[in-house]
């Protein structure tokens, strides 16, 4: 059974940073390319960043460019986003998603979804 757990989402305060981390159990991590999406109320969930299988190549949305970064530790199973200079608009729920296919795919293609955790930035 796939399992992707997101954790370490909290409330901060606009320009501070975070750090969230998805750990998956139950496939071929260091297989699969990784992405962090997210989604705020009433909103449609976008594309953060991915990361493909070997750490080599990654890719993120105009909005977090030179603020996020996206990382991953295959010998822990673990894909990290680091988020610094939180904006108000950043607030949302992060969700990781693993990808088998080797290349960069739109969010339907992506194969397994965790349940996301919750990143509140305040004023």
């Known amino acids: 059974q796939v399992q992707l757990v997101e954790s370490g989402g909290g409330l901060v305060q606009a320009g501070a940073s975070l750090k969230v981390s998805c750990v998956a159990s139950g496939l071929p991590f260091s297989s699969y390319t990784m992405g962090w999406f997210r989604q705020a109320p009433g909103k449609k969930r976008q594309f953060v960043a991915g990361i493909t299988w070997s750490g080599g190549s990654t890719n993120y949305a105009d909005s977090v460019k030179g603020r996020f970064t996206i990382s991953r530790d295959n010998a822990k199973n673990t894909v990290y986003l680091q988020m610094n200079s939180l904006k108000l608009e950043d607030t949302a729920v992060y969700t990781c998603?693993?990808?088998?296919?080797?290349?960069?795919?739109?969010?339907?293609?992506?194969?397994?979804w965790g349940q996301g955790t919750q990143v509140t930035v305040s004023s």
């Open positions: 998603a693993a990808d088998s296919s080797g290349r960069w795919v739109p969010e339907d293609g992506y194969d397994y």
